[in-house]
C-alpha cells in the first residue's frame, strides 16, 4: 500500500534515507529514540516535507509533485489536531469541506462519525472545554469523514494515561476495520505497538533498521540496536 | 529552639522590607504629589465640564487618536501576514526595521515627516502636515510598525500543525484566512488597538510640532500650552483631570485585555507554511511589503541625508548632547533603584508583587503633562521655585521609564530568586555579599538592558524639557525643536542625525546586550 524507495531527507545535521514497504490494511507503530526522525518520516509520507531523491508510492500511485491535499492521507498529530475557535462538529466538518457549507448528506455523515467516537453529545462545545482524549477523539472523527485509505499518526496518544491510550487504540483498531484502513503511528511507547500494530518498525539515525510482525519483532530485537534501545524491557 | 527567620517568605528567605518601602514611597510621593495639586485646583474651578475650548480639546484628541489607530491596524495588516507567510532574503532585516521608528526619538521622525511632506520637502502639497493629517500621519509612522510587528507576533505563535493540517484539508488561501489568521489575529487586535490608542491620546511631540493652533491641539499639548504660555493653572488642572480620566480608562480596558508592552522579538522560529502561493498572493504581499516600507522609511532616509549634509557639531550641539547623557544616565539609575527593591520584594510575596505593579502602572496612567501640572502647582504654592530644572527632568523620565524598567527587571529576579533563594539560604549567603556574588553576575544582562531602555526613553523625550527646561538648559530633542522653531531645518537635521545615531547605538547595545548568553 505504502511504499517507500532509498527517500532521501537531510534535516539539519541529519541525512536520512528510508525504504519501507507498508501491506494494505496493516497497523505499523514506529518506535525509536527521540530524533531519530520518525515524525520526519510520517511527513514526507504526507508531503509537508518533500524528498530530495527517491521515490514515494502510496496504492501504486507516485507522490512525486502532489500536494499535500491530494494524497490519499489523513493525520493526527500530537496536539493542535483542532482549530480553538470552531466547536467540535465543526471541526469535523472541516474534513468534509473548509468552508463549512455541508450538505444534508454531509451533516449526516458528521453526526455519525461523531458518534462513532463518542462525541455527539458534547459537538457543540469548543475544543478548550473538552479534555485531551476528546480533542483527539475529534482528529479522530475527522479522519472518517474524509475517509482516505491511509491514516498517519505521530504520537497522537502520548499525553494520556495509559488506561485512556488503551481506550483510544482500541477504538483505533475499529476504525481501522470498518474503513479498511492502512495506519502508521509513531509511538514513544512500545506497549502501544503490543497492543495494537500488526507490525513495529524501529527507526534510528534516519534509517529503518527493521520492520516485521509484531510478535516477531519483539521476541528477535533484532538488529541489536533495537535490544540496546528496548534494553530490559519487557511486555 | 527552632527559629523561624524573620517573615516567613516562599523560600524562606529573610529580607527587610525598608528598601521596598522606600522605593514605594518614593513613587507615591512624585505621583501623589504630581496628582492633588492638579485634583484640588481642578475641583475648585479649573474643571468646567460645558466648556467648549475642553470639549473642543477633548473631540480632537480623541478624534486623532481614533483615526491614528484605525490607518495603523489598516496598514499592519497586509504586511504583517505577508512577512509571516514569505520567506524571502531581507524579511529579517525587515523586520528589525520595524522596531525602529518606535525607538526613534519622536522629535527625528517628526523633522522626517517635514522634510518629506513639508512645503519644501520631496512629496510637498501631498497632505496638509500641519493639522490633523500631519498627526495622523506621524501617527501611523510610529505605530503602524508596532501594529504589524504585534500582530506578526501572534501570526507566528500559530502552532506548524495548523499549517498542516489546512494544507492536507485542502483549504485556499481564502480559508486559511478566515479559519486560521483572522481568528488568531482579531483576539489580540482590541489590545494592540488600545494601546495605540493610549500612545496616540498621550502623544506630545507630535502634536506640538505638527498641531496647528488651538484648531488641532490635544489636551495633553493644551496642558502645556495653559501652564507655559497663557499661565492659567486652573484650566491646566481642569485639562489634566480629563486627561488622566481618559488615559486610566484606556489603561484600564488593556490591561484587562492582557495587552503587553511590545516584547523584543526575534521571530527567529518560523514554521513551513503551505499556502499563498499563487502568483496573486504573491503579487499581493510583495506589493503589501512594498507600501508598508514606503510608508516609513522615506523619513528617517530624508532626516539622514539631509543631516548627513549639513552635520556641526557647535558648542550648543556639544552642550545639549551631554545634557541629554547626563539626564538619560541620572534618569536610568533612579528609575532603577525605584525597581531592584520593588522586583526583589514581589518576586517572593504576592502582596508586594500585586502592590509594585500597581505603583508602576500608576506611573502609566499618569500622563507627563498631568504630573508637570501638579508639580508645577505645588512649587509655585510654597514658591520654592530654587528646585533645580535638570532635577524635574530627571524625576519625570524616571517615572516614564518605570513600565520599562520593571517589566524588564521583574521577570528576571523572580527567576533568580526561584533558582538561588534555597541555595542561599542553606549556605547562609544573604545582604551584600548575595548581591555582588550571585544576583549582579546572574542579572547583569537584564539590568544592562533596562538601564539602557530608561536612557532610551529619556533621551528622546521633548516633553519634560519643554515643561521644565529654560534657555539656559537644553538637551538635543528641545535643540531640534528651536532649531525647527526658527525655521534651520538643515541644521535642525544635522543635530537628529546626532541623537538618532546616539539613540541607535544604546538600542543595538540594549539588543546585543540582552541577546548575547553566557
Redesign the interface.
Given at each position: 500500500m505504502i511504499s517507500l524507495d532509498n527517500v532521501a531527507f537531510d534535516y539539519e545535521d541529519m541525512a536520512m534515507r528510508f525504504s519501507l514497504e507498508v501491506p494494505k490494511e496493516a497497523f505499523v507503530a514506529i518506535i525509536g529514540p527521540s530524533g531519530a526522525g520518525k515524525s520526519t518520516l510520517l511527513s514526507l509520507i504526507a508531503g509537508f516535507d518533500i524528498p530530495l531523491s527517491g521515490s514515494i508510492l502510496i496504492g501504486g500511485r507516485d507522490m512525486a509533485g502532489v500536494p499535500p491535499s491530494a494524497r490519499p492521507v489523513s493525520m493526527i498529530f500530537q496536539d493542535n489536531n483542532v482549530f480553538a475557535h470552531l466547536d467540535l462538529r465543526q471541526n469535523v466538518a472541516i474534513g468534509l469541506l473548509p468552508s463549512l457549507k455541508l450538505t444534508a448528506a454531509e451533516n449526516g455523515e458528521t453526526d455519525d462519525a461523531m458518534r462513532r467516537v463518542g462525541l455527539y453529545e458534547l459537538r457543540y462545545r469548543k475544543p478548550g472545554e473538552v479534555s485531551g482524549g476528546e480533542r483527539q477523539r475529534v482528529a479522530i472523527a475527522r479522519a472518517l469523514v474524509r475517509d482516505k485509505p491511509v491514516l498517519l499518526l505521530d504520537e497522537p496518544f502520548a499525553a494520556l494515561g495509559p488506561s485512556l491510550r488503551r481506550d483510544m487504540l482500541d477504538l483505533l483498531r475499529e476504525v481501522q476495520k470498518d474503513k479498511q484502513l492502512t495506519i502508521l503511528m509513531v509511538s514513544h511507547q512500545p506497549e502501544d505497538a503490543r497492543y495494537a500494530a500488526s507490525h513495529t518498525a524501529f527507526v534510528e539515525q534516519g534509517r529503518i533498521l527493521a520492520m516485521s510482525p509484531t510478535e516477531e519483532f519483539f521476541q528477535t530485537k533484532n538488529p541489536p540496536e533495537l535490544r540496546d534501545y528496548l534494553g530490559d524491557w519487557r511486555s | 529552639m527552632a527559629q523561624r527567620h524573620g517573615e516567613m517568605t516562599g523560600f524562606g528567605v529573610r529580607q527587610s522590607p525598608a528598601p521596598s518601602l522606600v522605593a514605594l514611597t518614593v513613587i507615591a510621593g512624585l505621583i501623589i504629589s504630581g496628582f492633588l495639586p492638579v485634583l484640588f485646583i481642578g475641583m475648585k474651578g479649573g474643571l468646567v465640564l460645558g466648556d467648549r475650548y475642553l470639549l473642543h480639546v477633548a473631540g480632537f484628541t480623541l478624534l486623532q487618536a481614533g483615526l491614528s489607530t484605525v490607518l495603523s491596524l489598516i496598514a499592519a495588516l497586509p504586511v504583517a501576514r505577508a512577512l509571516a507567510r514569505r520567506r524571502f532574503p531581507g524579511r529579517g532585516t525587515i523586520i528589525r526595521l520595524l522596531a525602529l521608528p518606535l525607538a526613534l526619538p519622536a522629535i527625528v521622525a517628526v523633522l522626517g515627516i517635514v522634510e518629506i511632506y513639508g512645503n519644501r520637502g520631496w512629496f510637498a502639497g501631498v497632505f496638509d502636515i500641519y493639522g490633523l493629517q500631519g498627526i495622523v500621519l506621524a501617527h501611523v509612522f510610529f505605530n503602524f510598525p508596532l501594529a504589524a510587528r504585534m500582530i506578526l507576533s501572534r501570526l507566528v505563535a500559530i502552532?506548524p500543525?495548523?499549517w498542516?493540517?489546512?494544507?492536507?484539508?485542502?483549504?485556499?488561501d481564502r480559508?486559511v484566512w478566515r479559519?486560521?489568521e483572522w481568528?488568531q489575529i482579531s483576539a489580540g487586535l482590541p489590545a494592540i488597538a488600545i494601546l495605540i490608542f493610549l500612545l496616540c491620546t498621550a502623544s506630545f511631540t507630535v502634536v506640538l510640532t505638527l498641531g496647528g493652533g488651538p484648531g488641532a491641539t490635544t489636551i495633553e499639548v493644551a496642558i502645556y500650552q495653559a501652564l507655559r504660555l497663557d499661565f492659567d493653572p486652573a484650566r491646566a488642572a481642569g485639562l489634566a483631570l480629563v486627561q488622566l480620566a481618559i488615559c486610566s480608562i484606556l489603561v484600564f480596558l488593556s490591561l484587562r485585555l492582557g495587552g503587553n508592552m511590545p516584547a523584543w522579538q526575534s521571530f527567529r522560529m518560523v514554521s513551513?507554511r503551505?499556502d499563498g502561493i499563487s502568483r496573486l498572493a504573491r503579487f499581493g504581499d510583495f506589493l503589501a511589503i512594498i507600501m508598508g516600507l514606503s510608508i516609513f522609511i522615506p523619513p528617517i532616509a530624508a532626516v539622514v541625508l539631509s543631516g548627513v549634509a549639513h552635520l556641526e557639531v557647535g558648542a550648543d550641539v556639544a552642550v545639549a548632547t551631554i545634557a541629554s547623557l547626563a539626564i538619560g544616565v541620572c534618569s536610568a539609575t533612579l528609575s532603577l533603584l525605584i525597581c531592584w527593591p520593588l522586583a526583589q520584594a514581589a518576586a517572593r510575596r504576592r502582596a508586594w508583587s500585586r502592590l509594585s505593579s500597581l505603583a508602576v502602572v500608576a506611573g502609566l496612567i499618569m500622563p507627563p503633562a498631568v504630573l508637570a501640572t501638579g508639580w508645577f502647582l505645588l512649587l509655585n504654592r510654597f514658591s520654592v521655585f530654587s528646585v533645580p530644572a535638570p532635577l524635574l527632568v530627571i524625576a519625570m523620565s524616571a517615572v516614564m521609564a518605570l513600565p520599562f524598567v520593571y517589566t524588564a527587571l521583574a521577570a528576571a529576579v523572580a527567576d533568580s530568586a526561584r533558582q538561588h533563594d534555597r541555595l542561599c539560604a542553606s549556605l547562609g549567603i544573604s545582604g551584600v555579599v548575595r548581591f555582588l556574588r550571585i544576583d549582579l553576575p546572574y542579572l547583569r544582562r537584564p539590568l544592562g538592558f533596562s538601564f539602557l531602555m530608561a536612557a532610551i526613553v529619556s533621551l528622546g523625550d521633548l516633553t519634560a524639557i519643554t515643561l521644565f527646561g529654560s534657555q539656559g538648559f537644553t538637551t538635543l530633542p528641545a535643540l531640534i525643536y528651536r532649531q525647527m522653531g526658527s525655521y534651520r531645518m538643515e541644521t535642525a537635521a544635522g543635530t537628529a542625525l546626532i541623537l538618532a545615531l546616539l539613540t541607535l547605538a544604546l538600542v543595538m547595545l540594549a539588543g546585543r546586550w540582552s541577546a548575547r548568553n553566557d
Amino acid at each position: 500500500m505504502i511504499s517507500l524507495d532509498n527517500v532521501a531527507f537531510d534535516y539539519e545535521d541529519m541525512a536520512m534515507r528510508f525504504s519501507l514497504e507498508v501491506p494494505k490494511e496493516a497497523f505499523v507503530a514506529i518506535i525509536g529514540p527521540s530524533g531519530a526522525g520518525k515524525s520526519t518520516l510520517l511527513s514526507l509520507i504526507a508531503g509537508f516535507d518533500i524528498p530530495l531523491s527517491g521515490s514515494i508510492l502510496i496504492g501504486g500511485r507516485d507522490m512525486a509533485g502532489v500536494p499535500p491535499s491530494a494524497r490519499p492521507v489523513s493525520m493526527i498529530f500530537q496536539d493542535n489536531n483542532v482549530f480553538a475557535h470552531l466547536d467540535l462538529r465543526q471541526n469535523v466538518a472541516i474534513g468534509l469541506l473548509p468552508s463549512l457549507k455541508l450538505t444534508a448528506a454531509e451533516n449526516g455523515e458528521t453526526d455519525d462519525a461523531m458518534r462513532r467516537v463518542g462525541l455527539y453529545e458534547l459537538r457543540y462545545r469548543k475544543p478548550g472545554e473538552v479534555s485531551g482524549g476528546e480533542r483527539q477523539r475529534v482528529a479522530i472523527a475527522r479522519a472518517l469523514v474524509r475517509d482516505k485509505p491511509v491514516l498517519l499518526l505521530d504520537e497522537p496518544f502520548a499525553a494520556l494515561g495509559p488506561s485512556l491510550r488503551r481506550d483510544m487504540l482500541d477504538l483505533l483498531r475499529e476504525v481501522q476495520k470498518d474503513k479498511q484502513l492502512t495506519i502508521l503511528m509513531v509511538s514513544h511507547q512500545p506497549e502501544d505497538a503490543r497492543y495494537a500494530a500488526s507490525h513495529t518498525a524501529f527507526v534510528e539515525q534516519g534509517r529503518i533498521l527493521a520492520m516485521s510482525p509484531t510478535e516477531e519483532f519483539f521476541q528477535t530485537k533484532n538488529p541489536p540496536e533495537l535490544r540496546d534501545y528496548l534494553g530490559d524491557w519487557r511486555s | 529552639m527552632a527559629q523561624r527567620h524573620g517573615e516567613m517568605t516562599g523560600f524562606g528567605v529573610r529580607q527587610s522590607p525598608a528598601p521596598s518601602l522606600v522605593a514605594l514611597t518614593v513613587i507615591a510621593g512624585l505621583i501623589i504629589s504630581g496628582f492633588l495639586p492638579v485634583l484640588f485646583i481642578g475641583m475648585k474651578g479649573g474643571l468646567v465640564l460645558g466648556d467648549r475650548y475642553l470639549l473642543h480639546v477633548a473631540g480632537f484628541t480623541l478624534l486623532q487618536a481614533g483615526l491614528s489607530t484605525v490607518l495603523s491596524l489598516i496598514a499592519a495588516l497586509p504586511v504583517a501576514r505577508a512577512l509571516a507567510r514569505r520567506r524571502f532574503p531581507g524579511r529579517g532585516t525587515i523586520i528589525r526595521l520595524l522596531a525602529l521608528p518606535l525607538a526613534l526619538p519622536a522629535i527625528v521622525a517628526v523633522l522626517g515627516i517635514v522634510e518629506i511632506y513639508g512645503n519644501r520637502g520631496w512629496f510637498a502639497g501631498v497632505f496638509d502636515i500641519y493639522g490633523l493629517q500631519g498627526i495622523v500621519l506621524a501617527h501611523v509612522f510610529f505605530n503602524f510598525p508596532l501594529a504589524a510587528r504585534m500582530i506578526l507576533s501572534r501570526l507566528v505563535a500559530i502552532p506548524p500543525e495548523s499549517w498542516r493540517l489546512s494544507a492536507q484539508l485542502g483549504f485556499r488561501d481564502r480559508d486559511v484566512w478566515r479559519r486560521i489568521e483572522w481568528p488568531q489575529i482579531s483576539a489580540g487586535l482590541p489590545a494592540i488597538a488600545i494601546l495605540i490608542f493610549l500612545l496616540c491620546t498621550a502623544s506630545f511631540t507630535v502634536v506640538l510640532t505638527l498641531g496647528g493652533g488651538p484648531g488641532a491641539t490635544t489636551i495633553e499639548v493644551a496642558i502645556y500650552q495653559a501652564l507655559r504660555l497663557d499661565f492659567d493653572p486652573a484650566r491646566a488642572a481642569g485639562l489634566a483631570l480629563v486627561q488622566l480620566a481618559i488615559c486610566s480608562i484606556l489603561v484600564f480596558l488593556s490591561l484587562r485585555l492582557g495587552g503587553n508592552m511590545p516584547a523584543w522579538q526575534s521571530f527567529r522560529m518560523v514554521s513551513m507554511r503551505y499556502d499563498g502561493i499563487s502568483r496573486l498572493a504573491r503579487f499581493g504581499d510583495f506589493l503589501a511589503i512594498i507600501m508598508g516600507l514606503s510608508i516609513f522609511i522615506p523619513p528617517i532616509a530624508a532626516v539622514v541625508l539631509s543631516g548627513v549634509a549639513h552635520l556641526e557639531v557647535g558648542a550648543d550641539v556639544a552642550v545639549a548632547t551631554i545634557a541629554s547623557l547626563a539626564i538619560g544616565v541620572c534618569s536610568a539609575t533612579l528609575s532603577l533603584l525605584i525597581c531592584w527593591p520593588l522586583a526583589q520584594a514581589a518576586a517572593r510575596r504576592r502582596a508586594w508583587s500585586r502592590l509594585s505593579s500597581l505603583a508602576v502602572v500608576a506611573g502609566l496612567i499618569m500622563p507627563p503633562a498631568v504630573l508637570a501640572t501638579g508639580w508645577f502647582l505645588l512649587l509655585n504654592r510654597f514658591s520654592v521655585f530654587s528646585v533645580p530644572a535638570p532635577l524635574l527632568v530627571i524625576a519625570m523620565s524616571a517615572v516614564m521609564a518605570l513600565p520599562f524598567v520593571y517589566t524588564a527587571l521583574a521577570a528576571a529576579v523572580a527567576d533568580s530568586a526561584r533558582q538561588h533563594d534555597r541555595l542561599c539560604a542553606s549556605l547562609g549567603i544573604s545582604g551584600v555579599v548575595r548581591f555582588l556574588r550571585i544576583d549582579l553576575p546572574y542579572l547583569r544582562r537584564p539590568l544592562g538592558f533596562s538601564f539602557l531602555m530608561a536612557a532610551i526613553v529619556s533621551l528622546g523625550d521633548l516633553t519634560a524639557i519643554t515643561l521644565f527646561g529654560s534657555q539656559g538648559f537644553t538637551t538635543l530633542p528641545a535643540l531640534i525643536y528651536r532649531q525647527m522653531g526658527s525655521y534651520r531645518m538643515e541644521t535642525a537635521a544635522g543635530t537628529a542625525l546626532i541623537l538618532a545615531l546616539l539613540t541607535l547605538a544604546l538600542v543595538m547595545l540594549a539588543g546585543r546586550w540582552s541577546a548575547r548568553n553566557d
